[in-house]
């Protein structure tokens, strides 16, 4: 058998090949290889040998190699026609024109041929998962060998209704159920990131029991990363120069119980990463680069570039510079939090 998990929803084909590994008896014959950088022929021979003490062997590829600079789907690397023979290394000359045994690396392309054409003459015995964080088009290789041969499931990051209703439909299984506003909320500022949606429902309906109800204010209290996001609506506010509101979200923060000191350090962590954000859009990177560089989750990193567009260098880093002071006044108990955290929205960014 053969499956093929691909899509962008990288979370969703994860928890499915959990369930893939659950349905077969494969005892000690589980290998998983990473597609990106494990010799295809090693793969091949993995798959063609017969399980040892068991009724199946399983095979999992993770990944695919990257596509070489100028290659195209179309291109399929002449290497061999069958790569499952000890002639797929094929020998180059070295420096006196002796031959050496460097193997010649496969493309993209070929790597995705060779595999499908190997899954038409497997082991009845042996199932192998294919998982690839990307979408394949319907052209591919390993896509006709799917639907030939085996099963395929593609996965796509839900947006607007459809994150909202796979909050839902996550919280029933957790056997707990979820507001309306607490659903619009976690979908608001987490996004379609599901692997940290999931973390954080499993916290929230730990928290609330089964049969019970998450709340909004559950969520706000209980989940840093939309408190952090909140923190970023304040940043967010500053960088437009609206104190008023700044101060509203402020107070609103210490209301709920914020502790200054947190509430000051994590902007301090926002401010600072406005500072990198700029000096790699200054360079030329766009949003996908940048959230990859400084390890910011996407929308984070989309934000952070519409804010920046407010301030001059010079302003994050006073900015930066009045944050430290902030926060060395409040451990020394010059000021009082709610006074300290004041005179900072009034004087940000000037």
Known sequence: MFYLLHGEDEFTSREQLKQLKQLGDFGFNQDTFSGTDTDLKTILITCTTLPFLSEQRLVVVSGLPKKKRGETAKQADPVTENPAKEDMARPVKGKKGKKTSKTTALTRAGFEKDLAEMVATMPTETVLIVLVEE??????????????????????????????????????????????????????????????????????????????????????????????????????????????????????????????????????????????VKELAQKGMRGPQIASTLGLAPFIAEKSLRQVGNFQPAQLENTYRQLLATDAALKRSRLTPEMALDLLVIQFGS
Not at 180 to 204: C, H, P, Q, V, Y
């Open 135 to 276: 979408p394949l088009e319907a052209s591919n290789p390993l896509v006709k060998a799917a639907e030939k041969y085996g099963k395929m499931y593609q996965s796509a990051l839900p947006k607007g209704n459809a994150l909202e209703s796979w909050i839902t439909k996550r919280a029933k299984s957790l056997e707990v159920k979820i507001a309306s506003d607490a659903n619009s909320l976690l979908a608001n500022f987490i996004g379609n990131n599901l692997r940290l949606l999931a973390n954080e429902l499993d916290k929230l309906a730990t928290y609330v029991g089964k049969g019970g109800t998450i709340s909004i204010e559950d969520v706000r209290q209980l989940s840093a990363q939309v408190q952090e996001a909140r923190i970023f609506d304040l940043t967010d506010a500053l960088a437009q120069r609206n104190r008023k509101q700044a101060l509203n979200i402020l107070h609103d923060l210490l209301a709920d119980g914020e502790p200054p000191l947190k509430l000051i350090s994590t902007i301090t962590t926002q401010v600072r990463s406005l500072m990198l």
